[in-house]
């Protein structure tokens, strides 16, 4: 199967400060990629919809100025967390969706961040 | 809307038995359903999907799906159930309606496999 991968896998950072996580795909073209976040023992929440060379569509509730979202090419997107707060800790984990649309497109997923905010 | 539902938070079975993970769905139009499985602290793994075609799905690992419409189930199975099963295990459907890339997922059922 296609190969979603995802960097930092764990990154530790203090209040206050941003941190990036990107998210590629490896062998294939993603027009789409999703950011979702994770709670402990919980399901997956969509944070937004991430479209390559256009902005990205956030998910109600989800703050856009602070979760930061770059698609800027068909294999990359990044997430940005802005002035990270400990709430902001969690398992953030993308997708990617392959470019060409067929109604039986998979979305792959990458392995996850796990992101620690002191 | 779409959406779809696993009943249980957890399944217990022994090694060798077989295994079965609910999953129920309510979708508007054409129902794409998927499995997924997460090990602790990765990622999603892809395991099948159902999109048209014959109501059994095989998928990866000796797992497979059953579509039932009557039902509105979709539910997953295996013969034989082995320790390194043990895992979460997510259902989604996809929005056929609205934004097709767009994927909801079950709340996820963990299933463990007894030696």
């Known amino acids: 199967g296609a190969v979603v991968s995802q960097h930092p896998s764990r990154v530790i950072c203090k209040s206050g400060t941003s941190v990036k996580i990107e998210c590629r795909s490896l062998d294939f073209q993603a027009t789409t990629m999703f950011w979702y976040r994770q709670f402990p023992k919980k399901s997956l929440m969509l944070m937004a919809t991430s479209n390559e060379g256009s902005k990205a569509t956030y998910e109600q509730g989800v703050e856009k100025d602070k979760f930061l979202i770059n698609h800027a090419s068909l294999t990359l997107s990044t997430l940005t967390v802005t002035s990270a707060h400990p709430e902001d800790s969690s398992f953030y984990i993308c997708?990617?969706?392959?470019?060409?649309?067929?109604?039986?497109?998979?979305?792959?997923f990458g392995e996850g961040s796990w992101l620690t905010v002191v | 809307a779409q959406s779809v539902a696993q009943p249980e938070d957890q399944v217990n079975v022994a090694e060798g038995n077989p295994l079965t993970v609910k999953c129920t769905y309510s979708?508007?139009?054409?129902?794409?359903l998927f499995w997924y499985v997460q090990y602790p602290n990765r990622g999603l793994q892809f395991l099948l999907k159902?999109?048209?075609?014959?109501?059994l799905v095989k998928g990866s690992y000796g797992f497979e799906a059953e579509f039932n419409k009557s039902q509105t189930s979709f539910h997953l199975k295996k013969p034989s159930a082995l320790v390194s099963d043990s895992a979460l295990y997510f259902c989604?459907?996809?929005?056929?309606?609205?934004?097709?890339?767009?994927?909801?997922f079950g709340s996820g059922t963990k299933l463990n496999v007894k030696p």
């Open positions: 159902y999109i048209t075609g014959d109501n």
């Open positions: 979708v508007s139009g054409n129902p794409y």
């Open positions: 989604a459907v996809r929005d056929y309606l609205y934004n097709f890339n767009k994927f909801y």
């Open positions: 997708s990617a969706s392959e470019r060409v649309s067929s109604s039986g497109n998979t979305i792959y």
